[in-house]
């Protein structure tokens, strides 16, 4: 069966400071991934997507990138954190079938990131 | 353009009785529809999803989901809550036709609350 993994768990960083969130999916192979950024415990902010290694779709232009440097890993990054960052990240999966797929998202566990 | 709309920030529902959580589309084309729940502090779980065929649709933990065409509309409902069915719920819409990556557009959630 397929896992999806995400930490750490919770991070307290400083504003200013870099930062690393690693998702990795196990059990299936050239899934989709996708990072969600979650504030105030309500609405999901689609970030970044990937169809495939070292394809990277932004959905929303900021501070943040990602990266996805083998088939089941997908790092979400910043250079600089800001306050505005805070908030719980999400990265999520599908099985990869092309376009118009009806295929399922699945989702990790999370990161609650808080910037001070 | 696709969205999603639950009209509810939060319903209320007694222990034993019916629930109802709404949830409205807009979308080109046929919709794929999809139900998650949230518990606090942790990633999306998925509930059912419609495709096509059968308007009525059944998924984990007793939950159900009617979808009507002419109403655009896939509200999600339970014929007897439990107190442990509280927690926060999100629609989410897809084109059958849609672009890259098979990008979900979410609502902004509705928290279920059961009551004794």
């Known amino acids: 069966s397929q896992t999806i993994h995400q930490w750490p768990a919770t991070l307290v960083q400083p504003v200013g400071s870099p930062l690393s969130l690693e998702c990795t999916v196990e059990?299936?192979?050239?899934?989709?991934l996708y990072w969600y950024r979650q504030a105030a415990g309500r609405g999901l902010q689609l970030l970044f997507y990937s169809v495939g290694i070292g394809q990277i779709s932004s959905e929303v232009p900021q501070n943040l990138s990602a990266s996805r440097p083998q088939d089941r890993q997908f790092i979400l990054s910043s250079k600089k954190l800001l306050l505005s960052d805070s908030g719980f990240y999400l990265c999520?999966?599908?099985?990869?079938?092309?376009?118009?797929?009806?295929?399922?998202?699945?989702f990790g566990p999370g990161t609650r990131l808080l910037v001070l | 353009a696709q969205s999603v709309a639950q009209p509810e920030d939060q319903v209320n529902v007694a222990e034993g009785n019916p629930l109802t959580v709404k949830c409205t589309y807009s979308v080109s084309g046929n919709p794929y529809l999809f139900w998650y729940v949230q518990y606090p502090n942790r990633g999306l779980q998925f509930l059912l999803k419609y495709i096509t065929g059968d308007n009525l649709v059944k998924g984990s933990y007793g939950f159900e989901a009617e979808f009507n065409k002419s109403q655009t509309s896939f509200h999600l409902k339970k014929p007897s809550a439990l107190v442990s069915d509280s927690a926060l719920y999100f629609c989410?819409?897809?084109?059958?036709?849609?672009?890259?990556?098979?990008?979900?557009?979410f609502g902004t959630g509705t928290q279920l609350k059961v009551e004794l």
């Open positions: 059990g299936t192979s050239n899934p989709n």
């Open positions: 999520a999966w599908s099985v990869g079938v092309g376009v118009g797929s009806p295929e399922t998202q699945y």
């Open positions: 989410a819409v897809r084109a059958e036709r849609g672009g890259g990556g098979n990008k979900l557009t």
